[in-house]
Each structure stands twice: as C-alpha cells, then as structure tokens.
C-alpha cells in the first residue's frame, strides 16, 4: 500500500484537502502563512481530543490562543470561534499553542508544538525556532514538512479551564462619556477607557 503521506491531498483540514486549505489561507490571510497553516493542523488536532472527550456531540466549546500571531487566524477559519462573538481568546503568551475547552464543564484539550519531535523535519524545526532567516527559507520544502510532519511535531494535553474563563462576559448598560460624548459600558467606570488610557492616535 502506498504511504498516505505521498498524496499531496493529506492532512485534510476542516474538511478540505491540504491544496483548498492553502488556497483559504491564502485569500484570508493574505499568503500561505506558515503559522497559519500549522495552525490548521493543530486546530484539527485539538477539535479531535476534544471530541474524544465527550459523549454527546456536537459540542459547544471555546478556545484560547498562546499568540496572536497566525494562530488565531487558523482558528477563525476553521471554527464558529470568533474575536467578536467572544469564544476565542487570545492570551500573548508568546508560545505556538492552543487549547479547546468545551462548555460548560472546561474540560479542554491543549496542543502546542513540541521542539523535542521537530528532529525529522528539519525545515519546519529551522522555521519554527527562527534558525533560518525568511529570505533563506525554502517555502515548498516548508509547506511540505508542515504537511507531513505538522501533526508528529505537535502534543497534546488534557486540561481544565478556570470557571471564570467559561463565562462570557455582559456589556450591561451604556452611559455617555462626560469627556468624549461616546457611549460607553457603564460598568468601565466615570468616563470611558478611551479616555482613560494612552491612544496611539491624536484627533486632527
């Protein structure tokens, strides 16, 4: 039997073979962002032990980002999971991991990547710890370490979130800032936090 891992199809990702995921990155992200497709990999390998978890399906869960960097990206691709609808969380940490928690009992499943199984693909370990500078990096040879070895690279661990991370927080009533004239959740205070804090832009 052939190896699986010679049809170029391989992984399948939310669905789409590894050519339609790569070309969904592409027009959302802007290019075929490495991270982002690691991403999706580890996406599809944290939804899986969660689901493993779980008897009844489906199931309702929320995820929480290491990094803003690429990660988050996969995730709103690949799941009803949204900055705005506040089920993804993104916590800069600064490390390539992701966790799923399923609701309401916060029990979750953690994948990060995983230096000690980088060995066997030389360039996503060059890429990953920042050996290899991007103008030196080949992208094909990458791409195709991150599709066969993208999963192997990765572990997995069983977690539990705080309850108070399961709640979605509540807007509550608004009032008018008495500095800017905005409206603004009242629970934030006498004025508005735009008001409060350094903006890094200045009104012209």
């Not at 993804?88 to 994948?111: I, T, W």
């Amino acid at each position: 039997m052939d190896n699986p891992l010679n049809n170029p199809d391989l992984p399948r990702i939310g669905g789409k073979t590894w050519p339609e995921f790569i070309r969904l990155v592409e027009n959302f992200h802007g290019y075929a962002a490495p991270g982002a497709l690691l991403g999706g990999i580890m996406v599809e390998l944290a939804r899986e032990r969660l689901l493993e978890l779980r008897s009844e399906r489906p199931v309702l869960f929320i995820v929480m980002a290491e990094t803003y960097a690429c990660l988050p990206d996969a995730v709103q691709l690949l799941t009803p999971c949204t900055v705005g609808n506040q089920r993804l969380h993104v916590l800069n940490l600064n490390r390539y991991a992701l966790s799923f928690f399923a609701k309401p009992d916060g029990q979750g499943a953690r994948v990060f990547v995983d230096n000690a199984k980088l060995g066997p693909w030389p360039h996503l370990r060059d890429w990953f710890m920042g050996i290899t500078d991007k103008k030196d990096q080949d992208e094909a040879l990458l791409c195709e370490d991150i599709r066969q070895g993208g999963a192997e690279a990765c572990s997995v661990q069983l977690i539990k979130a705080r309850p108070e991370f399961m709640s979605r927080e509540r807007k509550g009533r608004n009032a008018i800032c008495p500095i800017c004239g905005e409206p603004y959740p009242l629970r934030d205070g006498e004025s508005c936090l735009g008001c409060r804090e350094s903006l890094p832009f200045e009104l012209s």
